[in-house]
């Protein structure tokens, strides 16, 4: 459409990619629900809008339970931008209503976070999708071992992966221009290529069907409404499950490729570690002293983020054994 090519060249020097897609599908989606056809088929009248047409259009992104109220806010945002250009070229006329929209309080804060064990379980079920499994399934591994981003993990190509040693890093650009490098084993980039059938990108598979296959999956999975398990708790998931077993904040603040530590501080879990006094005397020999079923017990009842940590270390141990 000719007004939304207008304001998307003026912008692009100052947007990523990402950013100026993200605006073009925020205003498509705008038009689409409130005038019901595709926004190339527009005229300049159809451009002017209303309160009300704001109020439906917030109102039916709620209803489908697929936003969060951060990227409910952008969309808005976006749609604002392009009126308050047309109107400075005289393309619409009043927009005087758009400082009665408010902003939707931030929720980022109360997405849920998935455990490793349930994103896994995630991933088997979306292998048995009728359609383009093995895809969903490995979209969601992939996002669990790099706490990519939904668009980071869809617009990845093949040619961001690279060999070095015994890993294989992957590079790019994500949201807001930052560069990202992630990491990932030799024997799940192996697993991997499985996708690989010659096209350019890993994942040949919508943003809508992920979305799709994550509101069935989240169905079956019966969580409770208060966990408010979104598409985002699997980046969560591997954020979180990262610092359990760094400890480090500010590594955790450069996997998950945040600017802000603020936002950072939002990912960790907060967990109780149960009462722990430090004046008595723990015996640091007692883990050797106990029966070895006394011993699993004890590991039974830890964070599985811990038994994760133990048993990467046991498989190093023996990888090392084995190569002697």
């Not at 109360?110 to 490995?138: F, P």
Request: proline share 1%; aromatic share 10%.
């Amino acid at each position: 459409m000719r007004f939304l090519d207008q304001k998307k060249t003026k912008s692009n020097k100052y947007e990523s990619n990402e950013t100026s897609n993200a605006y073009t599908k925020d205003v498509t989606d705008f038009f689409s629900i409130i005038r019901d056809q595709d926004i190339k088929f527009l005229k300049q009248e159809d451009m002017n809008s209303r309160l009300d047409d704001f109020e439906y259009f917030i109102e039916f992104l709620e209803l489908s339970g697929l936003y969060a109220n951060a990227t409910i806010n952008r969309k808005m945002s976006s749609v604002k931008s392009l009126l308050e250009y047309l109107h400075s070229k005289k393309i619409v006329n009043d927009i005087s209503y758009l400082k009665r929209i408010k902003s939707k309080a931030d929720d980022s804060e109360r997405h849920g976070i998935l455990t490793v064990s349930e994103v896994k379980q995630m991933s088997d079920l979306a292998l048995e999708e009728r359609e383009k499994g093995i895809i969903k399934k490995y979209f969601f591994l992939l996002g669990l071992n790099t706490a990519l981003r939904k668009e980071e993990l869809l617009n990845l190509k093949w040619i961001a992966f690279h060999m070095e040693g015994s890993s294989v890093f992957i590079s790019g650009i994500g949201k807001g221009n930052v560069k990202f490098r992630k990491e990932i084993s030799t024997k799940f980039y192996e697993e991997l290529m499985i996708l690989n059938k010659g096209q350019e990108k890993v994942f040949d598979i919508s943003s809508d069907s992920i979305v799709s296959v994550f509101n069935r999956i989240r169905k079956k999975m019966s969580f409770p409404k208060q966990r408010n398990i979104v598409i985002h708790s699997i980046r969560k998931a591997a954020s979180s499950n990262f610092y359990k077993l760094t400890k480090d904040p500010f590594a955790i603040m450069r996997f998950a490729n945040h600017k802000n530590f603020n936002t950072t501080v939002r990912y960790i879990q907060k967990e109780s570690y149960g009462a722990i006094t430090f004046t008595e005397d723990i015996d640091l020999d007692l883990h050797k002293k106990i029966s070895h079923q006394s011993l699993l017990d004890a590991l039974s009842e830890m964070d599985e983020s811990f038994v994760l940590l133990l048993n990467n270390k046991i498989k190093e141990n023996q990888n090392r054994e084995l190569r002697n």
